[in-house]
RNA sequence: AGAGACGGCUAAACGAUCGCUGAUGACGCAGAGUCAUCGGAGGAAAGUCCGGGCUCCGUAGGACAAAGUGCCAGGUAACGCCUGGGAAGUGUGAACUUACGGCAAGUGCCACAGAAAAUAAACCGCCGAGUAUUCGGUAAGGGUGAAAAGGUGUGGUAAGAGCACACCGCAAUCGCUGGUAACAGCAUUGGCAAGGUCAACCCCACUUGGAGCAAGACCAAAUAGAGAUCGAAAGACAUGGUCCGUGUCCGAUCUGGGUAGGUCGCAAAUAGUACGCCGAGUCGUGCUCGAGAUGAAUGAUCGUUCUUGGACAGAACCCGGCUUAUCGGCCGUCUCUUCCU
RNA sequence: GCCCCGGUGGCACAGUUGGAUAGCGCGGCCGCCUCCUAAGCGGCAGGUCGAAGGUUCGAGUCCUUCUCGGGGCG
């Protein structure tokens, strides 16, 4: 039997449908944005996107973090730290960067928890 | 027992849940998607230092230039790599290291010091003649320097000197013997040939067309054939630096306008491993494994165990090497020292 | 991914074919000048020549391997 079509239906997946992949999105997200938030050392910008769902694009620049290992790694935390947290930037369009070096481990989970907390006030206020 | 040399292997393991990615199958008109099964980073994936495959370029022909390599032999698709051998050097030794062709082709350079740094020469010395300073002989000794026309001993001499002799070293013979060769040994001859530097220019031998998967091929959308200047049988252009040769003929330059992506290339081949041949390697037989993304996949959480928190580190066309990084653990062969029997 | 440049006092740069103690400008410090400051004048300090190894009597320079920084190719 066939599914529905949208892709937030599944609650813990993180498909192609739900990633930046062009150029150009990115470039409207980061012109024209919503909402900016900087928690050291992570930087997340996002904008209302008219979907059910979040989309999410990172940028992690080998000039911040040097070496591949690190940077796979980073990449990786960020899309399970927003895979576990998604439902939390529905209809929104999420870039994050990372503009400083830091070790992935604890200290970017704790910049991520901060990120967290202050995108829901920020959400919470601008909903009502 | 301690210290060490060489070679090889390994690179935490298992389970559960939630995820990512490719292939196959099923559902689905198709697409999107869902489910199931299977696969999913390394010894260096790294640096990009070499070599090849592959692709395109106007032929890829010749000459010059430029670059690289450099003991000998073998291996290889090829190499600047590997294996074996020679020579030289280091280490008590196992072993290790070596850009190790040619300055008796040419040119250049060798600061300072020193008499003199390359046609050789003679500062202090030594000796003889002469007598207030010169002439001649000499290269033993001193001094300078990184480097100064073999070393030691004996004879010899005015003093000395390969001047003579012995031994060592050196050179020559295209000598003899061994070796495919580099080279080694022996014999004979020569008093000995009057520096170093070629990672200085260079000479000799050999090698190299250029670019690189952002190569390149296909599909498709959009834009639209604009304006100006210059040159025309000499010139311009062509993917290599120059020339010759070759090809094209309206070409070149500038300004302006427009630009959206997708598919293929893209993974099984020159692979690894066991046995046979001294070795690299080749061949034969058998076995093993099989990543393929494109804002870019291996992760998260929990539990158990260990060496108690696992080093260096992440494929992007592929392969063979080199170099560099690396916590440890294990295995094999061998060397030295000390002790015991 | 591929290709190409560069690293010399605090800053921006020289350093020719290897040769003596690596220079110049700005900046810093001290002194002179001035009532004081600036300008000017005189003097001084400050360098692992990005790192290691090699060739050489001798390396900023030549060779090799790394490291850091920058640029180009869609």
Redesign the pocket.
Known sequence: ?????N?A?????????Q?????????SILQDADIQLTRYPVRLVAKANNLEFAR????VAK?NV????????V???L??WF??NKEHFRSYDV?L?VREYVR?GDPL?AALEKVLQAWDQRVDTSDT
């Open positions: 039997m066939a599914q529905p079509k892709p239906r599944n609650s813990g997946g993180l498909t192609r449908a990633r930046l992949t062009k150029r150009a999105e990115f470039d999410l694009g990172m940028t000039k040097r070496m591949a290992v690190d940077r796979n790694r990449k990786r935390l899309r399970e895979r576990a870039v960067s992935p989970k």
